[in-house]
C-alpha cells in the first residue's frame, strides 16, 4: 500500500512524524485475560493520577493540542482522541471492551499518550494521503456522527476521507473479521525519528504477539 504525507502538514508542523504499521493474517478476536488485566489496571492508575494532575500535564496531550491548533482545529471543540480517552477515565467511564485490535489500540494509545488508529485495509482504496481536510471532506465517524474535516488532520484514500487523529470513520473499521489492518500512529512531535522507529517496531511487535500474522512498519516525516 502506498502512503504519502502531504507536505502542506510538514509546513504547519515542520517535525511533524507519523509511524505506519502495516499487518497481514491476523486474527481479530475478544480480548485475552492478560489485555483485559492490563487494561482495566492502566485505567484505574490513571484515574487515581488524574485527581492530581490536569490533561495538559501529559506531554502527549499537550505536543497534540499544540498540533491541532498549528492545523487550524479548536483542540477544545475537536479534541485528540487520547485526550477525550483520558476525559472519560476522570469521569471513571472505563472504556467498553470491543474485540482485541480496538482494545490493545487503546491500550497504547493510553500508554504512549498519543492517538492512534487502525483500519481494515481490505476497505481501503487506492493510495493512502495524510493530509488537512477540505470543505467537501467529511464521514459518519465510529460514534454514528456525520462529521466534518475540514482543517482536521486526515487519512484519505480514493473513495475519499477514512481517519483522523480526533475520531475515525465506521467505513474502514476493524471487525471480527478483518484479516489485514493498518494502524497509523500519531507520534509525539517531539520524538527522534530513531526513538519514533523503536516505539512504531515495539507496537508491532506486541500486537502481533495477540494476533498472529506479519507486521512491516516505517515512520513518515
Do not use: C
Request: no cysteine.
Amino acid at each position: 500500500m502506498e502512503i504519502t504525507l502531504s507536505p502542506f502538514v510538514l509546513e504547519k508542523v515542520p517535525n511533524f512524524k507519523v509511524g505506519i504499521i502495516q499487518y497481514d493474517n491476523i486474527v481479530v478476536e475478544d480480548s485475552p485475560q492478560m489485555l483485559r488485566g492490563r487494561l482495566q489496571t492502566f485505567q484505574e492508575s490513571l484515574f487515581f493520577d488524574l485527581e492530581d494532575k490536569s490533561f495538559s500535564d501529559f506531554q502527549g496531550i499537550s505536543e497534540w493540542r499544540d498540533t491541532f491548533k498549528k492545523i487550524g482545529t479548536d483542540p477544545d471543540r475537536y479534541r485528540p482522541s487520547v485526550e477525550a480517552i483520558y476525559r472519560r477515565i476522570k469521569k471513571r467511564n472505563f472504556l467498553n471492551l470491543i474485540h482485541s485490535a480496538a482494545d490493545l489500540n487503546n491500550f497504547f494509545s493510553m500508554q504512549y499518550e498519543i492517538p492512534i488508529g487502525i483500519y481494515d485495509t481490505d476497505k481501503i482504496e487506492g493510495k493512502v494521503e495524510i493530509r488537512i481536510g477540505h470543505a467537501q471532506d467529511e464521514y459518519v465517524g465510529i460514534n454514528g456522527r456525520k462529521i466534518s474535516m475540514e482543517n482536521k488532520l486526515l487519512s484519505s484514500d480514493d473513495l475519499g476521507a477514512f481517519g483522523s487523529p480526533y475520531v475515525d470513520s465506521e467505513r474502514t473499521a476493524v471487525t471480527a473479521d478483518t484479516k489485514n489492518a493498518i494502524q497509523i500512529v500519531y507520534l509525539k512531535p517531539s520524538l527522534s525519528i530513531e526513538s519514533s522507529e523503536k516505539l512504531v517496531e515495539s507496537l508491532g511487535t506486541m500486537f502481533t504477539q495477540i494476533h498472529g500474522g506479519t507486521v512491516e512498519s516505517f515512520v513518515l516525516s
